[in-house]
């Protein structure tokens, strides 16, 4: 089967650094998005990574290590308005998309 | 550029009613997905239509859901009876698909949150 592992929630402070984990056991890999949505809405796209690295984009930066079926998305200097959930979706080898739960994260003063 | 659109954004009504869906997709894309999502968990894909033809519905329940894509623009989605499990955000977004693009990231339109009574 098809499988994506986020934790469910994580909490972090105001200004701080968190990393969201992401572990994915697909047929076949042509590619990881990671997207954010907050409560209520749609979600909107952050990152798109296809080979092994690191791809920066300002305060969010998001990893990937095909051999290890691992990604993390890496958010700096935290603000309220990240509150969010941050969804991991993964290309199989069909070129379908396989999401993730998504990670709730909370921000706190 | 306008984005994906959906309507209604919200619609309540009791089990085995029906209800129905719309949304235009972003102008020029070919791609275009049914998802529900439910609280607490990811978009789950209904269904996914490649211009007006379809591409997967392996997830849709078609005792009681049906989609449609004609013209290859807009869609309908539509619930027939609705049972009280149905109640979630169905998510309409569409991509590109060009051949000449790195990625075809999906544009979402607003949802609309469906409660059966």
């Known amino acids: 089967g098809q499988n994506i592992d986020q934790p469910t929630e994580m909490t972090a402070t105001e200004g701080a650094i968190v990393q969201i984990n992401c572990t994915y056991q697909t047929s076949g890999f042509n590619g990881l998005f990671w997207y954010q949505q907050h409560a209520g809405e749609a979600p909107t796209f952050l990152s798109y990574?296809?080979l092994d690295g690191l791809e920066e984009k300002g305060r969010f930066s998001s990893f990937l290590s095909r051999s290890k079926g691992y990604s993390y998305l890496l958010l700096k200097e935290l603000q309220m308005k990240d509150s969010a959930s941050y969804l991991c979706?993964?290309?199989?080898?069909?070129?379908?998309?396989?999401w993730g739960a998504g990670t709730k994260l909370i921000i706190k003063p | 550029e306008a984005g994906v659109a959906q309507s209604p954004r919200y619609k309540i009504i009791e089990k085995r009613q029906s209800v129905a869906f719309w949304c235009n997709p972003i102008?020029?894309?070919?791609?275009l997905y049914w998802y529900q999502q439910i609280l607490g968990q990811g978009p789950k894909l209904l269904i996914q239509?490649?211009?007006?033809?379809?591409?997967?519905d392996s997830q849709l329940p078609k005792d009681r859901f049906s989609a449609e894509r004609l013209k290859g623009v807009d869609s309908t989605l539509k619930i027939q009876p609705a049972k009280l499990e149905d109640s979630a955000v169905y998510l309409c977004?569409?991509?590109?698909?060009?051949?000449?693009?790195?990625?075809?990231?999906?544009?979402f339109g607003p949802g609309t949150r469906l409660t059966v009574l």
């Open positions: 979706a993964v290309i199989d080898s069909n070129y379908q998309l396989i």
């Open positions: 977004a569409s991509s590109l698909d060009a051949a000449n693009i790195p990625y075809n990231e999906q544009f």
């Open positions: 102008s020029g894309h070919a791609t």
């Open positions: 990574n296809v």
């Open positions: 239509f490649q211009n007006n033809g379809v591409v997967d």
